[in-house]
């Protein structure tokens, strides 16, 4: 170990494994935005495909895998391309829903819930899913948007690799600019891959995490009212 640790600070890379493995574990996330470098998209998909797919060969090869054999042979590619194109499209802004304001007097100043939203992400420290459901809600300032844009606001944010705490952060502040309104509340209740099917494999524990702004941070009714409307059974 620590020869290893010599040789990659001649080569200029000095990490401190220990500290690296504790944030990891602890899933402590460091900031709200997603850590993206400058130049993130200055390659093209198809570029970032191709040469993800090479070092994922050369991942499964080091593990031992024998690549010839015809049900491994396409695995590279295969989750090159889900990478780039599906479980991370997120990151690239292009992939952004666009957002439409539609006037409805009616619902002035009225809340509008839409709950158990299904999303699938991945946690950044172990790169295995996250999945749970979002419970959205704002008040309606006379304008509204579609519904279906909120189920892509949470996908949209969903596929990057994540924390659930930045996640939730993230839906909450896009639907504060999509909506034009302070007053927004989500809910994310989620399993972690990574926390029931490795390290201290509990398979039956849930993360809930919350964002309350506007009304609903000073406000107790509406966040009662809130709460209330995402336990009731359908
Ligand atoms: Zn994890």
């Given at each position: ?8 600070s001649?080569m200029?890379?000095?990490i401190?494994?220990?500290s ?7 899933h ?6 997603t ?8 390659m ?8 993800i797919?090479?070092?994922?060969r050369e ?6 895998l ?19 194109k ?5 990151l ?5 829903p666009a957002t ?18 299904t ?11 996250i ?9 309606s300032?006379g ?6 844009k ?5 996908q949209?944010y ?8 930045r ?8 639907l504060k ?8 509340a989500v ?10 099917s490795?390290?201290v ?7 809930v995490?919350s964002f ?11 966040r009662n009212?809130f ?8």
């Amino acid at each position: 170990m620590k020869q290893k640790e010599t040789l990659l600070s001649t080569m200029g890379i000095n990490i401190s494994r220990t500290s690296f493995e504790d944030l990891g574990e602890e899933h402590v996330g460091t900031s709200l935005e997603t850590p993206l470098r400058e130049d993130a998209f200055e390659m093209d998909d198809d570029l970032k495909v191709e040469l993800i797919e090479k070092h994922f060969r050369e991942i499964m090869h080091i593990m031992g895998l024998d690549l010839s054999d015809d049900s491994l042979k396409g695995t590279p590619h295969r989750v090159a391309k889900m990478y780039v194109k599906e479980v991370f499209s997120g990151l690239n802004p292009k992939n952004k829903p666009a957002t439409k304001l539609f006037e409805n007097k009616y619902k002035y100043n009225q809340m509008l819930v839409e709950k158990d939203i299904t999303f699938y992400s991945h946690c950044e420290h172990h790169f295995v899913p996250i999945y749970g459901r979002a419970h959205v809600a704002y008040i309606s300032t006379g304008e509204v948007i579609g519904l279906s844009k909120i189920n892509r606001i949470v996908q949209y944010y969903s596929k990057r690799p994540q924390v659930q705490e930045r996640l939730t952060m993230q839906i909450g502040n896009e639907l504060k600019e999509a909506v034009g309104t302070e007053d927004v509340a989500v809910i994310m209740d989620a399993y972690h891959m990574c926390v029931s099917s490795r390290g201290v494999n509990d398979t039956n524990s849930s993360t809930v995490t919350s964002f309350f702004s506007g009304k609903f941070e000073s406000d107790e009714q509406s966040r009662n009212e809130f709460l209330k409307y995402i336990s009731l059974k359908k």
